[in-house]
């Protein structure tokens, strides 16, 4: 009876190891997950969703060893370096870093237990709990929560810290926890070893993607600098590379003072501060050296050309009438017209 008990047992194991070895097999992608407090109901509920994507298998870590000595795949042994506590054989077609994210999806926030380590520091935050007066404030103020009674409902005066991230949360913190429906643990499977020809670790596994995103996008943005700069053309730079190269012959136009009509007005007002200037250095040296009459002029003048360049800027950006590329080096432009397609500017150039 006992020998045949203990064959039956043999055959057992042996079919399980049969099983983990054809996983292991025929995947290209195995990991190890952690699946301790998660319930069969649970458990269940992750299958279903990962179902067609990703397989999941309860193995027994003993069994387990004897079926990574027996496969033939590189480093695939070393892995029983890494096997830990109540563990699940999980297995897909998906690199291991897809594999990771696919699982983190289906972790769940859940109530905590009498005795459970606190993953974070659980807060509380002040409030109307909804409770009506009764054993309830006890329970809150026995936890270290301040209250008061206000419409009838039993209030919660300011935040608090309940417990800290490595504290054991007590029975009567869980009770309350569960009465504010504050679910602070989470759930799930959690992968801490992965395989695909290389192993990797928990902290292999962990992406930044805002760090990775947040890297991409300095990226692009120092690139189109750089483009621009340079003046590589793109469909992305070339509206950029224009606008730069015609602000840059503005100002060598006005800078070297070259007649030209759209711009007379900034190189008379340059002009005129010039003629200012030097007329102060002059009235220093000799107050009677300039007639009064010519120093009014050059006041007036600067102060009639600052007010007609800021309206006629004003009017431009209204308008949109601003002088294009074309006025800038001098060609003959058609007379304003009511219709504003007669004016050149960079929309225009572009469509």
Known sequence: MMEQKLKQISEYKIKKVEEIKDILTNYPVIGFAHISQIGSKMLQEIRKNLRGKIG?????????????DEVQRENVSKLKDYLEGSTALVYTKENPFKLKLEIEKNRSMAPAKSGTIAPIDILIEKGDTGFSPGPVI??????GLKTRIKGGTVWIQEDAIVVKKGEVISPMLAIVLSRLDIRPIELGLDLYTAYDGEIYTKEDLNIDFEGIVNNISTAIRCGHNLAVQIGYATPDTIIPIIQKAYSQASSLVIQAGIIIKDFINEILAIANVKAINIAKEIIKINPDALPKELVDSLSKSSSEISSKEVSEKDSTKKDETSPGLGGLFGDSEPEKEKDDESSINLGNMFG
């Open 138 to 143: 006890t329970e809150l103020n026995e936890v």
């Open 56 to 68: 999941i298998k309860i193995v027994k870590n003993n069994l387990l060893k004897i079926a990574l």
